[in-house]
């Protein structure tokens, strides 16, 4: 789950429960169920993450060593080592993320790829399947 997600979510929540104190007896069922509504919507949303998450590791279609390349040779022409090219994410990638990116091992998240198309100037999606 999104880490800013969460950090509303749980502000929310404890907000709810701070003015607990501030709330009619009759009031209460109500804020029950909006906090069991508002935990289940995190939960839902972790769910969905997860499977999307997953569900970009299994992209039909995508050559992860040739996506690797690309990286490499992205990060080549702006004349980053690894280490320098982690700090352009946020939050960064390790060197060895960044190398195993570049080795077709793993695929950067999609925030991420966003990041590397946009410093290639081309889209996503010429990034993952386009020639470059």
Known sequence: MNTEYKKIMYETLEKVH?????????QLPG????????LEA????????????????QITGIDKQKLGIKIKSI???????LAD????FDPPAS???????????NIPNKKRLKII?????ITVTELLKGGE
């Open 117 to 121: 198309a946009d410093l290639a100037g």
């Open 85 to 88: 090219f982690g700090q352009l």
């Open 75 to 81: 990060r080549l022409r702006l004349s980053y080592n």
């Open 42 to 57: 995190m939960e839902k949303r972790d769910q969905q993450m997860r499977f999307l998450n997953q569900a970009q590791y």
């Open 95 to 105: 060197a060895s993320n960044v190398s195993r990116w570049e080795r077709g091992l």
């Open 31 to 38: 804020l029950v169920h909006a906090e069991i509504e508002i």
């Open 18 to 26: 701070q003015s607990i104190d501030d709330v009619a007896p009759a």
